[in-house]
């Protein structure tokens, strides 16, 4: 279970920090893009840096989204919206968002979930986690990925799992990825919000939580939200 006590000054400062590397990537290309752009105008945009581009304004938006939760969770600004949800529709949905990049990329997503799996949960906020998880799991995997929802604990496990390097020692043992790695792209931004909004959901004496391992069946690194 990750620790959500952690230094929101340092989380912030990262938070800019890549931030600012993501931005300064996209003004990059398309400073490059314009300059290929033909006798007319017309820009001949090669392929990879479109697709470079989608992902790092995903990530730049992502970002932007979950300091602004953090910050109406912690001033206790929104009350998560608990409601039971059709897994199998939730994951759908989830799928077709990432679709058009996981295509472009080459990377193979498998999913599963039963059908007739039901579940209850603040949707926008669990979305917001399996999304941060996936893009995630985009930057380190080989060309696999695999979207799971299973009952466990009483209640319910979602996992994302790659088939890349896993994780880093020091995320492990800390269990929030609260190791900064500004080289690796690694500012626990991620990690702390989605350990609180895991937190978010109680059953009784029972609280969701988070947890990071490596191995599984594709050898990588395997991302986990429980909720009881």
Known sequence: MADTKVDLSTLLASSIHDTKNSL????????????????????????EKVGQ?????????????????IYRLEKHHYSPDIREWAISDFMADTVALHGPLLEFRNVG????CPQELHGYFDRDLVAGVLNNAINNALRYTRDRLRLSVTEAQGGLRFSVEDNGSGFPQAMLVSG???AIDFGAGRTGLGLYFSSLVAGFH???????????????????????????
Request: aromatic share 4%.
């Open 24 to 47: 300064g990537m996209v003004l990059n290309s398309l400073d490059e893009l314009l300059e290929q752009a033909g006798p007319d105008g017309e820009c001949r945009c090669p392929a």
């Open 53 to 69: 581009l989608q992902y790092e304004a995903r990530r730049l938006n992502d970002n932007l989204i979950q300091l602004l939760t």
């Open 109 to 112: 997503l498998e999913l599963r």
């Open 176 to 178: 929030s990825g609260s």
């Open 202 to 228: 109680r059953n009784g004496e029972h609280r969701g939580h988070i947890e990071l391992t490596n191995g599984g069946e594709l050898g990588g690194g395997r991302f986990s939200l429980y909720l009881p």
